[in-house]
């Protein structure tokens, strides 16, 4: 018997029992839409922290005050202002540092017009805008002479450009920061949220100086809030972290034994830690949602075994008037896996649209790709095969004389 003639027994078989191939076939479907959706959330959770973590700038690390203590008092981390423009200028001439951007921070009230937004303003050096890889998307960055001359310029964010300007181009407008005039410089492009959730294009930026004169007022001139400092290369990026470290105790004078003022947070470390995290939320949901797929095979095993049962004297006319034990099993094996396969693609169809509504609905980021729809393809295929053998090799065993004799 040719294969297209047992692919239509197959066939005929299973359309005489339509609602019992339709039952059997809803473990399979369901199985399979739950692997494409889980692994779309997965892989959207997973882009979205690669996108979190892109938009920090590459290799970097964060300095921040550390604790320091005074007789039986302490303070926490970053409590008290221990780093100074002195410090970023001299770990800026470190052979393995790329660049240097000190920060100082605060929340101001600005206004244009009759509009008014509170939001972070940040004081930076230009520097800031190359290692955070943030270019302007209108208008321009301030430059090294606005810094020297601690000129009134500001940068904004998007966020904060539409809540002041609404559609109006900003660039060359003055807003009013603390009651102090400032002349929009740009606006910078779109950068999304950042790993702790934090909108970073709702912001507005000056440089350190004017913010340090004018804007924040500074007890202990000369000292920032953190410092944000870019190694020149992945491979440098230990020794970077070590030379931070040595040239601040040696700069801030602290003896040996005694612990750092300061904390330098490596962000390299920090993206692998977060990226591995989302890997294995993806393997997990994926895993889980295998599990109704092998739910689904074992549906499947049991119908087949019960057909065999039901078609034992079929199978033994069949065998009578010349079907060989591999046609039966052929024949069984691929009525199984059309189970699968149909099962499947109707499967991946609900999958589709169910990442797509909760896309809609939650406004959470996900991820199909032709590699996962064709994995959850592939895995219902075989758990078709490997669950409906059995029965085929059950029913390909049964003897003629026997199966003719079967009530």
Not at 2 to 24: K, M, V
Not at 355 to 373: H, K, L, N, Y
Request: hydrophobic share 50%; glycine share 10%.
């Amino acid at each position: 018997m040719s294969l297209l003639a047992i692919i239509g027994e197959a066939l005929r078989a299973l359309r005489l029992n339509r609602l019992r191939t339709g039952l059997t076939m809803l473990g399979m479907i369901i199985g399979v839409a739950a692997v494409v959706l889980m692994l779309a959330v997965g892989q959207g959770a997973q882009t979205t922290v690669n996108q979190a973590i892109s938009s920090m700038g590459s290799n970097l690390f964060i300095v921040v005050p550390g604790a320091t203590s005074s007789g039986a008092l302490r303070s926490a981390a970053g409590s008290v202002q221990t780093l100074t423009m002195g410090d970023a200028l001299a770990i800026a001439h470190l052979p393995s540092i790329k660049a240097t951007a000190p920060l100082i921070t605060g929340t101001a009230q600005l206004n244009y017009g009759a509009n008014n937004w509170s939001t972070s303003v940040t004081g930076v050096t230009p520097d800031y805008f190359n290692v955070r890889d943030w270019p302007a998307e209108s208008g321009a960055l301030f430059t090294e002479v606005d810094l020297r001359s601690a000129t009134r310029v500001v940068i904004l964010g998007q966020i904060t450009a539409r809540n002041l300007f609404g559609d109006e181009d900003p660039t060359g407008k003055t807003i009013r920061i603390k009651n102090s005039p400032f002349v929009v410089a740009g606006v910078l492009a779109p950068k999304g949220q950042s790993l702790d959730g934090r909108d970073q294009d709702d912001a507005a930026f000056i440089p350190i100086t004017t913010g340090q004169s004018q804007i924040f007022g500074n007890q202990f001139p000369g000292t920032i809030r953190f410092l944000m400092v870019q190694g020149r290369s992945d491979e440098v990026m230990d020794e970077a972290e070590t030379e931070i470290n040595q040239l601040l105790r040696q700069r801030h004078r602290l003896a040996e034994g005694t612990e750092n003022d300061f904390t330098v947070r490596n962000m390299a470390a920090l993206a692998a830690v977060a990226t591995g995290a989302a890997k294995v939320m993806s393997i997990m949901l994926g895993s889980i949602a295998s599990i109704s797929l092998l739910v689904g095979g074992i549906g499947i095993m049991n119908i087949m075994l019960v057909s065999v049962t039901e078609r034992t004297r079929e199978i033994g006319i069949r065998m009578a008037i010349g079907a060989n034990r591999r046609a039966i099993l052929t024949q069984f094996l691929l009525e199984a896996l059309v189970i699968c396969i149909m099962g499947g693609l109707i499967g991946v169809a609900i999958g589709i649209g169910g990442a797509w509504a909760v896309s809609r609905a939650t406004d959470m980021v996900v991820v199909i790709t032709f590699g996962m729809v064709a994995l959850a393809f592939a895995f219902a295929s075989a758990v078709g095969i490997f669950f409906g053998f059995y029965p085929a090799k059950k029913a390909a065993a049964l003897k003629p004389v026997e199966a003719l004799r079967y009530e």
